[in-house]
Nanobody, 124 residues
């Protein structure tokens, strides 16, 4: 069974940085998409960043481009989200999610497995 466990959230002042981690276990897919999503209070869930193994692409929502970076450490089965220059509007619960992909598909839609999330709070 695929399991994802997020960590690294916390309280930070605007302009600060945090690095989120997503530890993945049980992943046996040859091809997959893995991404970070967030949900702010009273808002719908939003896709923040996504990596697809089928085309080695990484995408970001416009509001975080230039500030957030998704990276992977395959030796540790961990995906990271480095978040710099954080803004109060980045406050949300951040989730990691994964789905199997069949070539030539790519992208983080209809995710199959989700972590429980980690809270990021950015104070002004």
């Amino acid at each position: 069974e695929v399991q994802l466990v997020e960590s690294g959230g916390g309280l930070v002042q605007a302009g600060g940085s945090l690095r989120l981690s997503c530890a993945v276990s049980g992943l046996t897919f040859n091809s997959y998409a893995i991404g970070w999503f967030r949900q702010a209070p009273g808002k719908s869930r939003e896709r923040v960043s996504c990596f697809s193994t089928t085309d080695d692409s990484t995408t970001y929502v416009d509001s975080v481009k230039g500030r957030f970076t998704l990276s992977r450490d395959n030796t540790k089965n961990t995906v990271y989200l480095q978040m710099n220059n954080l803004k109060p509007e980045d406050t949300a619960v951040y989730y990691c999610a994964v789905r199997e992909l069949a070539w030539p598909m790519s992208g983080c839609i209809a995710m199959e497995y989700w972590g429980k999330g980690t809270l990021v709070t950015v104070s002004s």
